[in-house]
């Protein structure tokens, strides 16, 4: 069980850093909850008892989204759902709604928040793959000498091991900063024991531009999670593609490619195979999406099990 002798709501982020100095070594911060809620009840931490938690969630300035040039700037309390739901995120950060529609169902997903999920620092959490392929940065803020400081760090930066992040002693997520990506075709592909509710097993977020006449690859953007202690982007797989004519045998070595960033200790042979099917078929949904002639492609590409 989860107890806590004192439970604090700011408003604002100076309350927040307030709070948080006032506490020092005391406290923990929450926003959905939705990791912390879960672990205590199960009981796999034993009883768990903070002197101070922090909820941020009510924090407006870290719940709103905005448009600057070619990136998005998102709250890092914006919700699975917002992520799903909203038309505007839709159209600038598609794929971020399709890694949504596997997270959980529609309660834990209006409490589940991107900042939350990154922040868990999770091998396989279903945000960070997305946001790794359309070149995220963070904000970390925290007070010092009465003033608020802040930083930014890329996400593959940020998240260092499973559970271990580059957040320092007091410091928070306040924003995420991504591409926009309208136009593009994206694809996020998940295996668990089940289609929700559930950790992954493997998951592949995918984005792809096509020139105008859908013959060519402009560019793609491929990132794995749950194959290692990281997230990783495949930079040698996309490197592949990217100004290459959109042909069966280069989207094969693409996806061969892939399957050398397995580096996980157990079932190694059946996450190589997930890798190579999950690339090939997350490249050719990515090029459905865009609504292009992709047919021939497609009909030559079946599943092959030797993948090596």
Known sequence: MLYCDQYHVPQTLEEAFDLIQTNKGSYKVLAGATDLLPWAREGRGGDVNFESVIDISKITDMSEWQLQGDRISLGANVTMQQLLEDPFLRKHIPVM??????????????????????????????????????????TLQRKHNGKIKHRKLSLDKFVTGPGKTSL?????????????????????????HRRSLVISTVCLAALVSLSDNGRQFEDVRLALGGVGPVPVRLHESESC????????????????????????????????????????????????????????????????????
């Open 97 to 138: 709604a399709k890694s949504a529609v596997w997270f959980a169902d529609d309660q834990i997903r209006e409490q589940a928040t991107l900042g939350g999920n990154l922040v868990n620092a999770s091998p396989a959490a279903d945000a960070t793959p997305p946001m790794l392929a359309m070149n995220a940065e963070l």
């Open 241 to 308: 593609l990217i100004s290459k004519p959109v042909e069966t045998e280069l989207i094969n070595k693409s996806a061969d490619l892939a399957v050398k960033n397995v580096q996980s200790r157990t079932r190694q042979e059946y996450r190589r195979e997930v890798v190579f099917n999950f690339v090939k078929r997350g490249i050719i949904e990515a090029m459905k999406d865009i609504e292009t002639n992709y047919a021939e492609v497609d009909k030559n590409i079946k599943p092959r099990k030797n993948y090596g």
């Open 168 to 192: 320092e002693d007091g410091e928070l997520v306040t924003r995420i900063e991504c591409d926009s990506m309208p136009g593009y075709g994206s694809a996020f592909e998940k295996v668990g």
